[in-house]
């Protein structure tokens, strides 16, 4: 067992799920798209939380913990810090809560936006809060919500060969706070949401369907991607605790792919 680590017995034996760093107190994870991070229902899908459960059982037998700090949506891919100690998660709470972690989103969008760099300061509210909505968790930009500021960034321009050559645009965002659905959100108040997404993007029908159906070639057709476009592709604590995770394979495929006219920004 020289030279091998308890990290690298640990990725072999994960097939749904990269672990890039591990000490004592946390483990970081790369998740996939469509992996549930905590159940939702009580049956039995599939959750990160629960093969971190399976993974660690050693460390939960002497006293260790599973504390997912940063939650990502289903479908939204990218690094995700757990901790493994009482400890490590009042930490890491206590950063999140004085907004001293660091988060970094690569997400590709519908059409170029007009600028290269913004700052979204536009409160988030629960729709149905204020309006009917379909969809209880559906969140809008209302003045009567809680404070929420995106910084976004435009990374490349592109075109793809579809019949009408749709234009699209890679950003990079960093949510200066922790709201829900806050990057999707105010990417469609600014008229560019994240190309896949059922919810915030052309239809909110679409969802609904969704639900109803599973994937089809007609959702297929309306929104392009299977799942949204939206990764976490860094966090940020300190200069040691710096993790970074690559654009996933399926957004670099989808990207990259007939995508003739890309112009880089930055």
């Not at 997912?68 to 709470?93: M, W």
């Not at 404070?147 to 990079?172: I, W």
């Not at 959702?219 to 966090?235: D, I, N, Q, Y």
Request: proline share 5%; glycine share 6%.
């Amino acid at each position: 067992m020289s030279g091998i680590t308890l990290t690298d017995i640990h990725a072999r034996e994960r097939r749904d799920f990269k672990i890039i760093d591990e000490t004592d107190d946390y483990i970081i994870v790369d998740k996939p798209p469509l992996l549930l991070v905590h159940p939702t229902k009580p049956n039995d899908a599939t959750t990160l939380w629960a093969e971190l459960r399976q993974l660690l059982a050693f460390e939960i037998a002497s006293g260790g913990q599973v504390s997912i700090v940063n939650r990502l949506d289903r479908e939204t891919s990218g690094i995700v810090l757990v901790a493994k100690t009482t400890a490590a998660a009042r930490e890491f709470g206590l950063l999140m809560q004085s907004r001293r972690v660091n988060k970094e989103y690569q997400a590709i969008v519908w059409g170029w936006p007009e600028w290269e760099t913004k700052i979204v300061d536009a409160p988030i509210i629960r729709q149905g809060e204020i309006a009917m909505s379909k969809i209880y968790l559906k969140q809008t930009v209302d003045p009567r919500g809680a404070e929420a500021v995106t910084d976004f960034c435009v990374v490349k321009r592109f075109q793809k060969l579809t019949p009408n050559g749709e234009s699209f645009s890679l950003l990079k965002a960093q949510p200066l706070s922790g709201r829900t659905h806050q990057i999707r959100v105010h990417l469609a108040s600014l008229g560019h949401p994240i190309v896949g997404d059922k919810i915030y993007g052309p239809d909110e029908n679409l969802y609904l369907r969704f639900i109803e159906t599973g994937w089809t070639d007609e959702l297929a057709h309306k929104l392009l991607l299977e799942r949204h476009a939206l990764h976490a592709s860094r966090l940020r604590i300190d200069e040691r605790r710096n993790w970074a995770s690559p654009l996933p394979k399926d957004l670099c495929d989808w990207l990259y792919r007939g995508s003739p006219a890309a112009s880089t920004t930055h």
